[in-house]
């Protein structure tokens, strides 16, 4: 599958009082490396937009494996594992220096049309073709 990488150093705003990333920042890093893999598929926010289409988060799981902390580089990899009826995809964060896996997580993306905010059992044809060139 299609998949892209990006490079955080944890600052002391991701922490909780406890002195680990706070648990509401994992989503802002996923987003990160999500973004990263839609921009690698010429299909970033920009032309999700003009598409005509929303794809909603309607589900997000996480696995905390063990406590990212301050200072720490993080390298956060999105995974495209499903395309056609629903976006699906798989997240690894990792220690930049170690390779220790530190997260595991999914989200669940469904397709909008937004002119009618209908759910679209289908992934648009503009973004289906973009994947299968990559793959």
Not at 23 to 47: D, I, M, P, W
Not at 57 to 84: C, G, N, W
Not at 120 to 125: D, G, K, N, Q, R
């Amino acid at each position: 599958m299609i998949s892209a990488n990006v490079v955080i150093k944890v600052q002391f705003y991701d922490l909780d009082p406890m002195g680990v990333v706070w648990h509401g920042n994992y989503a802002r890093f996923l987003e990160q490396a999500r973004s990263a893999l839609f921009e690698k598929l010429s299909f970033g926010y920009r032309e999700m937009s003009e598409s005509g289409f929303a794809w909603p988060i309607v589900d997000m799981r996480i696995k905390y494996v063990r406590p990212i902390d301050f200072s720490r580089t993080i390298t956060v990899t999105a995974t495209l594992v499903e395309y056609e009826n629903r976006l699906k995809v798989n997240y690894i964060i990792t220690d930049a220096d170690g390779g220790a896996i530190l997260t595991r997580a999914h989200t669940i993306q469904v397709t909008v049309d937004r002119a009618s905010n209908e759910l679209c059992f289908e992934t648009p044809a503009a973004l289906v073709e973009k994947v299968r060139r990559w793959l």
